[in-house]
């Protein structure tokens, strides 16, 4: 209880009350008694002196030799000092000295106070030096007829008066003394009644602050604690729900940033990330736990960098990292005097690749068309301007036009093919179902057989399994199959092999188009597939491709659940597998 500065001061109050009261009533006490205890002495003085002038007025006036006799018995009988002076101040009659040794007394306090005063005495208290002890002297004028014929002083010890004013003012002291620990342990006692409830305030109170906001007061006193608890009670309610709501509000919104797609940091202006949310600590190489000490240079962006530093507003700019693409969007504001900028990086790579591709994509398709759009004029200008003098060159040109428009129309319609293909619509009408896939692949090689004879080339079919049932569209499959091995006809030289083979392999449809063609280099193997891929321009534009083949092949390979693998040594041949579910007969259709 003590150890509470409250309690402290609350008992320090009473004790500095007390001893200032008990000290100032002390005095009071001691002053009141001194002055009614010299007041007493003083009046009897005067009346003792008033009594010494009746007796001895008439013997002053006489100059009676007899009043010196008098006078010592009137001051044997008093015990006082009577000194009796002419009106001059000389001293006739002194009943403690000889008057020999006696000066003038006229200029003595009491003496000139008596002698011209109205009230008709003097008084004053002196050290008597011979005494040494302090005496009151009062003296009055004796007249006659009006006229000052003499003077008589009295005089007494005081220190019978002031033994006593010493003896009260020590027991004063021990009085006050022994009321300081009374007074203490009872504003102790007090301390501890008054300001329990208080105390019991306090220590809730510093609970509460130290985040154990389920504490409650608990105070009936009836009295201003009871409602400051009650208060108290009700803002600590107030604030618990408060920071609750905060909390799931902190936790919501720390969760959509986790969870979001976008990556996001919070950086100071100079370069340091102070948090990193889940994404950004996949893309970029920050660690979760170690944020504060990441800088921006884990970006490797200079620009990024300095826009960091110099921006006091919004903003947003692309940046570069890796193979990712990024909208930044920049967002300065004020965090507890510091300036903090909240960078959201939104990922547009696929969309920046979309772009590209289309890009590259209507390039490629306006080249693709120009080139033989350029055969046709040229050629059709030479046929405009042509006399028919030779049918051998005539027919040459028209044959050059025909075959250039027939390109163009191969193109056209396989571009037409892969957009319809792109629509989901579409996709979903096509007359899918089961169907065999050797005798598909048997029906392609037929329709190409001769294709290769002018080749001089041999095709084989090293296997045709009659279980291979698949989910597709007949005419399709038969297009995938075509287009391979239109495509192993054309890259294999006259008299190579061209070898095909259906089979099954664990639940799988496999297709085989196998080549002893000029192969494909190992680094052009992941991109044939890509629209408008050639491994070499000029040669396979000669041969009547357009780069399209493959694109669909595996656009329609994808569409039936299937999938296309490759592998090729360049100059030896090259191997083409597609992969299909297989339907087993039981499965209904
Ligand atoms: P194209 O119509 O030009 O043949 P494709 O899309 O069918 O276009 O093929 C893309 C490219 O892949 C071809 O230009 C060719 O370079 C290469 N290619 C395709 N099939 C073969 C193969 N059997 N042997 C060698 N190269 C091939």
């Known amino acids: 209880m003590i150890g509470y500065k409250i309690t402290r001061r609350f008992v320090s109050s009473i004790l500095l009350v007390v001893c200032i009261s008990l000290t100032g009533l002390g005095f009071f006490l001691l002053n009141f008694f001194r002055e009614h205890t010299m007041q007493k002495e003083q009046d009897n003085l005067i009346l003792n002196a008033r009594i010494i002038e009746t007796t001895l007025a008439d013997k002053l006036w006489r100059n009676d ?28 009659v002194d009943t403690d000295k000889p008057i020999e040794n006696l000066d003038n007394h006229l200029l003595r306090q009491e003496i000139q106070q008596a002698l011209s005063s109205d009230i008709g005495y003097g008084t004053a208290i002196r050290y008597s030096d011979t005494l040494h002890e302090n005496f009151m002297y009062t003296a009055i004028p004796v007249r006659r007829n009006g006229e000052l014929i003499g003077i008589i002083r009295t005089a007494t010890s005081i220190s019978v008066a002031e033994a006593a004013y010493a003896k009260i003012k020590f027991g004063i002291l021990i009085a006050l003394l022994l009321a300081i620990p009374i007074a203490f342990t009872l504003a102790l006692w ?4 008054q300001l329990k409830p208080l105390i019991h305030i306090i220590r809730t109170a510093k609970n509460i602050s130290n985040g154990n906001l389920s504490c409650r007061i608990h105070l009936h006193t009836g009295d201003e604690f009871e409602f400051l608890g009650h208060a108290l009670n009700k803002l600590t309610s107030t604030l618990a729900k408060k920071i609750r709501e905060a909390q799931t509000d902190a936790q919501k919104v720390s969760m959509i940033l986790e969870q979001m797609d976008n990556a996001l940091m919070l950086i100071d202006t100079a370069g340091n990330i102070h948090s990193a949310n889940r994404q950004a600590c996949r893309l970029f190489p920050i660690l979760q736990d170690n944020q504060p000490h990441h800088c921006l240079h884990v970006l490797g962006n200079a620009e990024f960098a300095e826009t960091i530093r110099t921006l006091n507003q919004s903003t947003s700019m692309i940046l570069t990292y890796r193979d990712y693409t990024f909208e930044v969007f920049l967002s300065a504001f004020q965090n507890n005097d510091d300036a903090k900028i909240l960078a959201v990086f939104h990922d547009i790579s696929v969309m920046h690749e979309l772009n590209r591709r289309q890009a590259e994509f209507t390039g490629n398709a306006a080249h693709e068309l120009a080139t033989p759009l350029t055969s046709i004029s040229g050629f059709a200008e030479l046929l405009r301007e042509d006399d028919f003098s030779s049918p051998v060159d005539s027919r040459h040109y028209a044959d050059v036009i025909f075959q250039q428009a027939q390109r163009m129309n191969r193109l056209i319609n396989d571009l037409l093919q892969l957009t319809k293909l792109e629509n989901k619509t579409y996709r979903n009408q096509l007359p899918s179902k089961i169907i065999d896939c050797g005798s598909i692949l048997q029906k392609a090689v037929n329709a190409l057989r001769q294709k290769s004879a002018e080749k001089n080339q041999v095709v084989t079919i090293s296997e045709l399994a009659d279980n291979a049932k698949i989910k597709a569209a007949p005419d399709l499959l038969e297009q995938i199959l075509r287009n391979l091995i239109d495509n192993a006809i054309k890259y294999t030289p006259e008299h190579g092999t061209i070898t095909v083979a259906c ?13 002893t063609g000029i192969g494909i280099p190992q680094e052009s193997l992941s991109r044939i597939f890509d629209r408008f891929y050639r491994v070499d321009k000029a040669r396979d534009r000669k041969s009547g491709g357009n780069g399209i083949g493959l694109a669909l092949v595996k656009f329609l390979v994808e569409l039936f659940d299937g999938s296309i693998e490759v592998t090729s040594t360049l100059g030896k041949g ?16």
């Open 65 to 92: 030799s007899n009043i010196i006799d008098v006078t010592n018995v009137i001051a044997r009988d008093t015990g006082l000092r009577i000194t009796v002076l002419d009106k001059t101040g000389r001293v006739i």
């Open 190 to 193: 007090l301390a501890s009644r």
């Open 503 to 515: 089979f099954v392999r664990e639940n799988q449809v496999i297709c085989q188009i196998q080549d």
């Open 574 to 589: 090259s191997n083409f597998k597609i992969f299909f579910p297989l339907i087993k007969s039981t499965t209904p259709t």
